[in-house]
Structure formats: C-alpha cells, structure tokens
T-cell receptor, first 111, second 114 residues
Framework: GQNIDQPTEMTATEGAIVQINCTYQ??????LFWYQQHAGEAPTFLSY????GLEEKGRFSSFLSRSKGYSYLLLKELQMKDSASYLC????????????FGTGTLLAVQP | DGGITQSPKYLFRKEGQNVTLSCEQN?????MYWYRQDPGQGLRLIYY???????QKGDIAEGYSVSREKKESFPLTVTSAQKNPTAFYLC?????????????FGPGTRLTVL
C-alpha cells in the first residue's frame, strides 16, 4: 500500500529552528516534494529531493534518505508568517506525474 | 501574469444538484489535476489529464466527471452521485505529464452542500 506519515501538529517559537519529519512507504518513488499551505489557500512549492542528502534554500532545507524512506523539512529563524500546514508528497514512480500526499503538519509559530 | 485560476472561490449547492467547478491555466502546461482536501486528510486525487481529450480516474473518482477539450481548461463536475461533496477542491497543473515535476496549484474552491 501507499502510506505517508507526518506529525499532525507542531508548535515552535519565533526565531527558533523546527524540523518536520515525513516517512513514506510507497510502491514506487520518483522524488519527494514539500509544499507550504496557509489556511484556505493553495499549496505552494518549497522543495524537491530525488537524491539522498540535504537541499538548502534560504531559511528552508530538506533532507532525503531513500533507504530509510525518510525526509525532513528544516525551517530556521522562524517567523510568524511560517505558521501554516506543511505537506509532504511523494512521486509514485509511475509513468505519470502522480503525487501521493501526506495529511500535512500544522505548524504554529508563537511569539 | 501566468497562473491557475479557479472559480468560484465559494460555492453552495443543494443536495441533488450537479455543480461545475472551473479551472483555467495559462502556463501552457500539458497535465492538469483535481484534488479534494478534507480536514485531517491529505490531498486526494480525483481525476487527472495528461493531454487534451484524455483523462484518467484518480483514487476517488466516483461521483465526479471531467472534460479536457482545451489545453487551458479542466472543469470538474460534482454530480448528485457524490455522497459527501462538501470539501475544498484544488486544481493543479504541471508542465509535463510524465516523470516527476512540480505541480502548481490554483487558489481552490470551497464547496458546501446545504
């Protein structure tokens, strides 16, 4: 079966660092995406990993270990505007660009 | 400006009525997708289209129908056969239909059945 697990909710303090984990078990794998979604809005792309290792993009970094079926999104220097849901999605490895989404992690940044 | 538009943003319908949600993109993307989002659940794929005049069922296609007569447009009809249609509907597109590439999302339509 296809399964992607993320924590449901997390809380962090402004200026701190937070790590959001994602584990996956899928029949195929074509890469892993992280999206940010503010309440009632469209998801927006944050990062994409297809090879093992760390990808850094400003305050956000994403890590992938394919052998462990594991990824994390690291947010540094947290700001209040980072309060949102963070969605982990895996490319299912088929011939089409189908993504399998986790339930998302709701991050609350507190002053 | 290039992007994906969905209309309307909020939609109310009575039980037993069909309703069509609009999705238009001017990104010249080949592939388009419809997702449904419910509280506590991830995005679930309803239908997707890789090319004009072709579309495929996703994981939860029952009670929905689509068409892809133009590259830019991928409307979704929620029929009366859909037992629990109240949800947030998101349309997305990607430049290529194959491989793995970023999906761009529209602003969504929140459908409420009264």
């Amino acid at each position: 079966g296809q399964n992607i697990d993320q924590p449901t909710e997390m809380t962090a303090t402004e200026g701190a660092i937070v790590q959001i984990n994602c584990t996956y078990q899928t029949s195929g794998f074509n890469g892993l995406f992280w999206y940010q979604q503010h309440a009632g809005e469209a998801p927006t792309f944050l990062s994409y990993n297809v090879l093992d290792g760390l990808e850094e993009k400003g305050r956000f970094s994403s890590f992938l270990s394919r052998s462990k079926g594991y990824s994390y999104l690291l947010l540094k220097e947290l700001q209040m505007k980072d309060s949102a849901s963070y969605l982990c999605a895996v490319g299912d490895g088929g011939a089409t660009n189908k993504l399998i989404f986790g339930t998302g992690t709701l991050l609350a940044v507190q002053p | 400006d290039g992007g994906i538009t969905q209309s309307p943003k909020y939609l109310f319908r009575k039980e037993g009525q069909n309703v069509t949600l609009s999705c238009e993109q001017n990104l010249n993307h080949d592939a388009m997708y419809w997702y449904r989002q419910d509280p506590g659940q991830g995005l679930r794929l309803i239908y997707y289209s890789q090319i004009v005049n072709d579309f495929q069922k996703g994981d939860i296609a029952e009670g929905y129908s689509v068409s892809r007569e133009k590259k830019e447009s991928f409307p979704l009809t929620v029929t009366s056969a859909q037992k629990n249609p109240t949800a947030f509907y998101l349309c997305a597109s990607s430049i290529y239909a194959g491989g793995t590439n970023e999906q761009f999302f529209g602003p969504g339509t929140r459908l409420t059945v009264l």
